[in-house]
């Protein structure tokens, strides 16, 4: 099984970049199952209901997100009818929406993806470690074939976490910090790995902000209304393949790609 995970889409930017070439990529990959982050894919901050399905519409078949989820308040009542747009699994009891979903990709096999929010550096969660551990027990007895969106800041956070599930799941994919990491590989245990997959959005910007509005910001503490950056983009991805009896993974690929 090919999937593809696309990096945090950014903005109409992101949106426009994603448009264009999901079509082509997939067909060049033969994808058979699209993940893709989409935490800031409604004006740069945060998502909504019908940005979600217009992601949805554009062939990705489970959007996760992270700590920007509820930026637009109006997705707190919204996102518990769209089963395929996850928040982090280890947000506390009682939190509207959902934080793992089962699928069943193109090629017919049934695939699992778990939404997981790092700690340091972050909003206050449940134990990513311990709840991820715990929810994988359960989808093992449905599939063996496990994503994860780990959504965390800290490198060390996020390379631990891929070492401690390592064996356990197909593949733990970083997202959040937009910047693309030059580390994928599979981990000795068969888990396909990257600290971060980048962001799909605004190419001249700064993770996916004005430029002069982040270096004001930096020169004189005042804050300031941040805006999505415009202009030329960037489609960040990694394609893996899984083994479809044992569930681990054999190839991770890393993509980057400018638009136009």
């Known amino acids: 099984m090919k999937i593809l995970f696309i990096g945090d889409i950014v903005g109409k930017v992101g949106r426009v970049v994603t448009k264009a070439l999901l079509p082509t990529i997939a067909d060049r990959y033969k994808i058979d199952f699209v993940i893709a982050n989409g935490e800031n894919v409604a004006g740069g901050f945060g998502i909504t209901e019908k940005t979600a399905f217009e992601l949805l519409g554009l062939g990705i078949n489970v959007i996760t997100t ?3 989820v509820w930026d637009k308040k109006e997705f707190v009542s919204q996102i518990s009818k769209i089963d395929n747009v996850l928040r982090p699994l280890n947000y506390p009891p009682g939190v ?46 449905t599939t063996k074939i496990i994503i994860i969106d780990f959504h965390a800041e800290a490198t060390s956070e996020k390379v631990a976490f891929g070492y401690f599930m390592d064996g356990k799941v197909s593949a733990v994919i970083g997202t959040h910090t937009h910047v693309q990491t030059a580390d994928e590989k599979i981990l000795p245990g068969g888990t396909a790995y990257i600290t971060d997959v980048g962001m799909t959005g605004p190419s001249n910007s700064v993770i996916g902000i004005e430029t002069e509005q982040v270096i004001h910001r930096f020169l004189t503490s005042i804050p300031v209304r941040f805006e999505t950056a415009k202009g030329d983009g960037i489609f960040s991805a990694v394609v893996f393949e899984v083994n479809e009896e044992t569930g681990k993974s054999t190839v991770i690929q890393r993509l980057r790609i400018t638009y136009p």
């Open 96 to 141: 509207p929406g959902f934080g793992s979903i089962i699928e069943t990709a193109g090629n017919g096999s049934k695939l699992a993806v778990v939404n997981i929010s790092g700690r340091v550096f972050m909003p206050p969660m449940d134990c990513p470690f311990r709840i991820a551990e715990d929810e994988i027990k359960k989808i093992h007895a």
């Open 66 to 68: 992270g700590n920007h």
